[in-house]
């Protein structure tokens, strides 16, 4: 069982809808939370950035960690074309220098 | 501002030749990355060095080895490519877990194939 686990979609949906996107973990340890970006042909960005658990917004984007169920979302409202990217979320233990990634899920939105 | 530059960006080799990917980053950071990202299987760490003068093995480190030069270059070395190593590489920096630096910031890849 891989130690973060991300469905890889394709994920289809219409402009302006709201996105919700979730990755689980088996791994209680992990502190740090993650999503990022990924256009095509290009390398990740950071999106958002969460520490603990709680929410965390900035504009149209919602990141929510809940540890006790070892889950974590990214919510987009509005969604917009140019939302059309593959998010990968990705985590890691207090003390640790490596990042563990999910497998990344490819969104698309359509006019 | 540059950030993480990576040479080259399309490489195509024959099975048993070498090669050296290139990365280097001006953002004065610690740690420094190399993943592999093939379909289906996300980003895999393969090597990663901590801090000037210190390398580790990641998850998939077989078949490759690594260099930190000096703080902005670490480079990645393929000594035989094998068609198994066709991927794309990214190389990453970040301020390292010391320093309380968590984001990593990604170069825009390598595409390699191995024929």
């Known amino acids: 069982q891989k130690e973060v686990e991300q469905d890889p979609g394709p994920l289809s949906v219409p402009e302006g809808a709201i996105v919700s996107l979730n990755c689980t973990y088996s791994n209680s340890a992990f502190q740090y939370f993650m999503w990022y970006r990924q256009y095509s042909r290009k390398g990740p960005e950071l999106l958002m950035y969460t520490y603990s658990s709680g929410n965390k917004e900035d504009g149209r984007f919602t990141a929510q960690v809940d540890k006790s169920s070892k889950y974590i979302s990214l919510f987009i409202r509005d969604s917009q074309p140019s939302d059309s990217a593959t998010y990968l979320c990705?985590?890691?233990?207090?003390?640790?220098?490596?990042?563990?990634f999910g497998q990344g899920t490819r969104l698309t939105i359509n006019p | 501002n540059a950030g993480v530059t990576q040479t080259p960006k399309f490489q195509v080799l024959k099975t048993g030749q070498s090669m050296t990917l290139q990365c280097a980053q001006d953002?004065?950071?610690?740690?420094m990355y190399w993943y592999r990202q093939d379909p289906g299987m996300g980003l895999r760490l393969i090597y990663y060095?901590?801090?000037?003068?210190?390398?580790d093995k990641g998850e998939v480190p077989n078949g490759y080895n690594v260099s930190r030069l000096n703080k902005r270059e670490f480079s990645l070395r393929l000594e035989s490519a094998a068609p198994s190593q066709t991927s794309v590489y990214f190389c990453?920096?970040?301020?390292?877990?010391?320093?309380?630096?968590?984001?990593?910031?990604f170069g825009q890849g390598t595409r390699l194939t191995v024929v």
């Open positions: 990453a920096s970040s301020a390292g877990q010391g320093a309380g630096g968590t984001e990593a910031f």
């Open positions: 953002m004065n950071h610690n740690s």
């Open positions: 990705a985590m890691r233990n207090q003390g640790a220098q490596k990042l563990v």
């Open positions: 060095s901590a801090s000037e003068g210190t390398t």
